[in-house]
Structure formats: C-alpha cells, structure tokens
C-alpha cells in the first residue's frame, strides 16, 4: 500500500476543509483497504469521519427514519427501532458480509461507495430514501448514477439516510457464496399509493424494475409478476450468474418477497 | 508518522508508526504477536480476527491509527495464568483444527460469538463463522468446538 497522511477529525468543517482530489474519507474501510492494497486506488491524505459527533446514530418518527452515516451494519441489525420501524431494513443489514465486515462498515460508506451489488443502495430506492450530505440533500432517484458512481461532489460528506416507512415490505437476495454481495437482491416496499420493486447485483447499478411495480400496483400479490416479461440485455454476465439467470432471479426473488412483505 | 497508544491483551503498549499500519502489521512486525495470522491479506479469511473493545474485527482491515486508545484482544491473550481458554479447550478436544492456519481467526470469532448469544444453534454458529475459512477441516468439528465451548461457559 502507498503511504498517505492520516487525519483524524472532529467536525464536518474540518473535514471538507481537508478534503481534496487526492484525498478520501474514512468510515468502516471495509473497501477503501483492500482497495489501496490492491493498488486500485491510493490517496495523500486519509480523513477518519468516525469521531464527527452526531455522524451516528438512529432517530425515528411515525414517518421515517433516520440513520446516521457513520452507524454500523452490525448497529443496524441489532436495532430495536429499525426491526420495528422497518425490519426489512435490519434484516438486510444483517445479510451483509459476516460478522467482522458488519462490525466496521457503515452505511454512508456502502452508498458512497455504490458497489453494483451492494444491499443498502436497494434499500435506499425501494424505501424513498433522502440522502443528507453536508451540502444539500438528495432524493435517491437522482443519487446513484452509475458503477461505482454517485451525485456525490469531491469532499461532499454523506451525513444521513432518511428511510420512508413503507406500510410493508420484504428485501430478498441470493447471495454470493463467498463474499455475500448479492448476486441479485430484490427490494419490495409498498406504501398507500406506490409499490416500488427495487434490483441490485444485475446492472451497472442498483435501479427501480417499473414493469414489476406497475404489475404490483394493481393486484399486490405474487401471483401478479407471474405474466411480467424481463429482459436479460445490458444485465450482468460473469461466472457467477448468466444474464439469463439473473433475469429469472429477478422474478423469483420479487415474488418471494412480496409474499414474505410484513 | 503517528503515535498510537493501546492497551494490547492488557499491557499499555505506545509505539511511533507510519500513518499506513495496519492493525495485523503492529501486531504480528513491530510487536511480534504472530499468533494472529494473515491468510489472503483481502478482508476474505478472517484468519487474522482479533477483538478491538471487545468487538471482532479482522485486522488486515484497519490501520492501526484508527483505533488510538482502544483495547485489543489476540489470540495470544486469551489464555488465563498458562490455563486455556474454554474456547481453546474445546478446539484441541474436538479437534476442530488439522493445521491450525485458520484456528486464531475461528477462536477470536467464536469467543465473540458467545458473548452476545450463550447457545448458539448449528445454524448459527455456521452462520457468524461466515468470515472465517477453513481449508482443512470441513467445518464440522469447528462447529462442534463452539457447541462443547458454549456448555463450558
Ligand atoms: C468480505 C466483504 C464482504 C462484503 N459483503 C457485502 C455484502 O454482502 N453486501 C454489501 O452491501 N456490502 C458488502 N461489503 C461491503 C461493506 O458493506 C462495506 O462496509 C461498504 O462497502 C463500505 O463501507 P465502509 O464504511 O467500510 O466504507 P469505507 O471503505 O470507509 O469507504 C468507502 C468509500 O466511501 C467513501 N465514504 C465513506 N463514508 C462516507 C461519507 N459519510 N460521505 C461520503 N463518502 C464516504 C470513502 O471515501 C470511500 O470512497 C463487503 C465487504 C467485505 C470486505
Ligand atoms: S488476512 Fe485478514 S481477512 Fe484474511
Ligand atoms: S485447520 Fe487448516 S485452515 Fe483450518
């Protein structure tokens, strides 16, 4: 790994004031580390977020809920206010990696990084999520912009994720064996007046499948997606998972859980 | 350079070191604790767990700079006046190792395991050694080794 300046901070100003095109922020590390030691990525200047106060934590209203940036995978699933407000959301923060990923890594730190097979971002458009950055927020339609990339500019600090709670809902994924990133995750939230289905692990990045909501919008049912046709073109191909497989996976995890929403 | 002070299987330890350490490096190089072990250096193996403020951790993933202040647990602290932890004692019983690559990582997860859930099932033992690998034993008497530590405890 190349060296680097590591800084430590205490507060959002000092934070951005230190951030720079080389630089990158640090929350759970669980992918800038492997990152930099396989020389995929290497910055001048590291700046540690976890002592910014106010960073963490969980708050909850009839409406949303609210969930700190630097708050861990592994706080998440333990959370009584999560497995009530949404237990959708525990569950998946629960599924993700093993124990030691979920000990460090964060939430803010999953959707800055938007892996195309990560969980938390499926959460995010299922559940209408607004993302609060230090700058602005930003409604999740218009966050995750493609592999690895988001609307997220240089320096711009990810300080919260406010969920929309759903009347019901249910995240499903078939997992990689190995790794536990989702070969294909399905998340299905419905609300008085939407159902939002949405798909990671099969595209660039995570994205809304408006044929299976429009199917769900009339008859919630699973039997609903039955007569929805999915196209495999531009889907993800790898040893993993076919095109194919992943477009069968689609169907197959939405009814499933849609059948499991509660 | 930074200056890192923790408190490593109870002794106060403070060492100058280069911004980029990572935990497993201060451990293993500077501190010859080699009983954590590295396997793949990629945060997949989990032979190199070690306990930061009582939580596991795997510590080829966490510069050493970011835990300033914390306390660190390793395999070689677990033993308690030469006597071995149940954990350990379960592993040797049941022969839950063949080469004892992975077994530091396992026993460092498993000891966490029971902290939080005293009798683990199968299911869920199997379920929280997700990130540990093991290449020689199959896995079956690993298990068996947690269930044997769980009923000492
Ligand atoms: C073995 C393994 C298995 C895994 N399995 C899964 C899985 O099953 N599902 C899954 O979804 N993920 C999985 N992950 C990824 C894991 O969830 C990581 O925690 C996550 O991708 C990154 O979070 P982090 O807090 O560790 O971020 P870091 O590695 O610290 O940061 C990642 C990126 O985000 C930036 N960043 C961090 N915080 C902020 C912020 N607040 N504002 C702006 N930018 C920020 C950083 O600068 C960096 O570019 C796995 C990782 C490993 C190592
Ligand atoms: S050496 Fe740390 S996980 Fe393999
Ligand atoms: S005993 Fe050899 S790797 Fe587990």
């Known amino acids: 790994?190349?060296?680097?300046?590591?800084?430590?901070?205490?507060?959002?100003?000092?934070?951005?004031?230190?951030a720079s095109g080389k630089s990158a922020f640090l929350a759970g590390g669980m992918t800038t580390i492997p990152a930099m030691k396989l020389r995929l990525a290497s910055y001048s200047d590291i700046i540690d977020i976890k002592n910014i106060k106010d960073l963490s934590g969980i708050k909850v209203s009839s409406k949303s809920l609210k969930i700190g940036a630097t708050t861990k995978h592994a706080e998440v699933a333990a959370s009584k206010e999560v497995k009530k407000a949404i237990s959708s959301l525990a569950h998946l923060a629960d599924g993700i990696g093993d124990p030691q990923v979920r000990n460090r890594g964060t939430i803010g730190g999953s959707i800055a990084n938007n892996d195309p097979a990560a969980d938390y971002p499926a959460a995010c458009l299922a559940l209408n999520a607004i993302i609060h950055t230090s700058d602005r927020k930003i409604v999740s339609d218009k966050f995750f912009k493609g592999m690895f990339e988001?609307?997220?500019k240089k320096g711009e600090l990810i300080q919260a994720v406010e969920f929309q709670v759903p009347d019901k809902s249910c995240y499903v994924k078939f997992p990689n064996p190995a790794?536990?990133?989702?070969?294909?995750?399905?998340?299905?939230?419905?609300?008085?007046?939407?159902?939002?289905?949405?798909?990671?692990?099969?595209?660039?990045?995570?994205?809304?499948?408006?044929?299976?909501?429009?199917?769900?919008?009339?008859?919630?049912?699973?039997?609903?997606?039955?007569?929805?046709?999915?196209?495999?073109?531009?889907?993800?191909?790898?040893?993993?998972?076919?095109?194919?497989?992943?477009?069968?996976?689609?169907?197959?995890?939405?009814?499933?859980a849609v059948a499991g929403c509660k | 350079m930074q200056k890192v002070s923790l408190e490593i299987n109870g002794k106060k330890v403070s060492r100058e070191i280069e911004d980029h350490t990572l935990l497993s490096t201060l451990l293993r190089d500077i501190l010859s604790l080699t009983g954590t072990h590295i396997g793949c250096d990629t945060s997949q193996c989990g032979a190199c767990v070690v306990h930061v403020d009582g939580k596991s951790v795997k510590s080829c993933t966490l510069f050493a700079a970011d835990i300033h202040g914390s306390k660190?647990?390793?395999?070689?602290?677990?033993?308690?006046?030469?006597?071995?932890?149940p954990m350990q004692e379960a592993f040797k019983k049941l022969h839950g190792l063949q080469c004892g690559f992975c077994t530091p990582g396992m026993v460092m997860s498993a000891v966490d395991l029971l902290k939080n859930n005293k009798k683990p099932s199968d299911q869920e033992i199997r379920d929280w050694l997700e990130g540990n690998i093991c290449r020689c034993t199959g896995y079956q008497n690993i298990v068996a080794a947690v269930k044997e530590a769980a009923s000492k405890m």
Do not use: P, Q
């Open chain 1, 1 to 18: 790994m190349k060296g680097f300046n590591f800084h430590s901070v205490k507060n959002v100003k000092e934070a951005k004031k230190l």
């Open chain 1, 150 to 152: 988001t609307a997220l």
């Open chain 1, 179 to 256: 790794s536990r990133y989702a070969i294909v995750g399905v998340y299905v939230a419905k609300y008085k007046k939407e159902v939002n289905v949405a798909v990671t692990g099969v595209e660039s990045a995570v994205f809304r499948c408006k044929k299976i909501e429009s199917a769900l919008k009339s008859n919630f049912s699973s039997s609903a997606i039955d007569g929805v046709k999915i196209s495999s073109s531009g889907f993800n191909s790898d040893i993993h998972a076919s095109s194919d497989y992943r477009a069968h996976l689609i169907k197959v995890l939405a009814k499933k």
């Open chain 2, 72 to 85: 660190v647990t390793t395999i070689e602290g677990l033993a308690n006046n030469g006597k071995m932890h």
